[in-house]
């Protein structure tokens, strides 16, 4: 249930709202907004008459939330939320934000030349692998701890925050002991809810990377988690989803990225490089997300992709990422 109240209202009434609101065994959230100030109710709300919200001075109506997901949604909040990650700023009228790097951290010499080669094209982020889901057992892993540390000393050289996948809430504090800027949760535990409530704790911003199989509506309410645990530091990634179609390892969902700006508060970027799977495709689809609203773009960058550990057909090298980044530079003027 959410109470709007009028544009007149004073602080007191809002306050004497949220009051009124606890006196019945019920949580407030407050919300300002540039529009409107709204009151979040939480909990069962059958234990309040709506009727007798709407008597209190200053309110203007009284709404239901009819999805279920409940606080991710614009009828929760109407305005854009801004999740900033050490400095930079997702969403809202913020310009769209860029993040590069490789797919895995290999080593630390080439953790640092693409680093300091993604900050002179001006990237705002760097990704990069320390531990890595793979399919087959035999696959490269990652550096793990090892891993970590690159990352940190390549954002000690660049000034760029960091994003890199946790896969196992075993490693929270090892991710915490390197102060990560930003923890990735990838697609295959999108659906780990022990994992979404436990890193919901942690205080710390998280891409949230919608599952290869995943409606949009389940995307959004693992997103809820988050929120419903106080934590509403979220950024969505569309990364791609799995259909009959094999001609490219995923089909990028523009549908859903425009939908959810339309649905929900919650910053959503594009992964048009993991949707893709080759890296011809990954400029016009990262246009093309821009273009669709997309709030940023994660793009696989190596310095030499013929050599990658992993991933290395769908990775642009830097002077491919500087086009695109013109490109995205244009069409958001």
Request: proline share 4%.
């Amino acid at each position: 249930m959410i109470v709007v109240m009028q544009n007149s209202a004073t602080q007191e009434m809002v306050d004497h709202v949220a009051k009124v609101i606890q006196e019945h065994d019920l949580k407030d959230e407050i919300m300002y907004g540039d529009q409107r100030t709204a009151i979040g109710v939480l909990g069962d709300v059958t234990k309040i008459d709506e009727g007798n919200l709407i008597r209190l001075p200053g309110v203007k109506e009284v709404l239901r939330v009819s999805k279920k997901y409940k606080r991710v949604s614009r009828e929760y909040k109407q305005d854009d939320s801004v999740v900033d990650v050490s400095g930079v700023k997702f969403g809202g009228d913020n310009p769209p934000v860029m993040i590069a790097g490789p797919c895995t951290v290999e080593s630390r010499e080439q953790t640092l030349e693409i680093a300091e080669g993604v900050k002179k094209l001006g990237a705002n982020m760097l990704r990069g692998g320390a531990f890595k889901p793979r399919t087959s057992p035999y696959s490269f892993q990652g550096l793990e701890e090892e891993g970590l540390k690159i990352l940190a000393e390549a954002r000690d050289k660049t000034g760029l925050p960091i994003v890199t996948e946790i896969m196992s809430v075993e490693d929270i504090p090892l991710f915490q002991k390197y102060d990560i800027d930003m923890f990735q949760i990838g697609a295959r535990n999108m659906q780990n809810f022990d994992m979404l409530k436990k890193l919901a704790k942690t205080n710390k911003p998280v891409l949230l990377k919608r599952g290869m199989s995943a409606t949009s509506e389940e995307f959004l309410l693992a997103a809820e988690y988050f929120l419903a645990e106080g934590s509403d530091d979220v950024v969505l990634c569309e990364r791609g989803i799995r259909t009959f179609e094999k001609s490219t390892r995923n089909i990028l969902d523009l549908n859903t990225l425009a939908l959810i700006r339309e649905i929900s508060h919650l910053p959503v970027v594009s992964d048009p490089s993991h949707a893709a799977g080759r890296y011809d495709l990954v400029t016009p689809l990262a246009w093309a997300s821009i273009a669709a609203g997309a709030n940023g773009l994660i793009i696989e960058t190596h310095n030499n992709p013929d050599e990658a550990l992993c991933d290395g057909a769908q990775s642009l090298k830097l002077d491919t990422l500087e086009k695109l980044m013109k490109r995205v530079s244009s069409l958001t003027k």
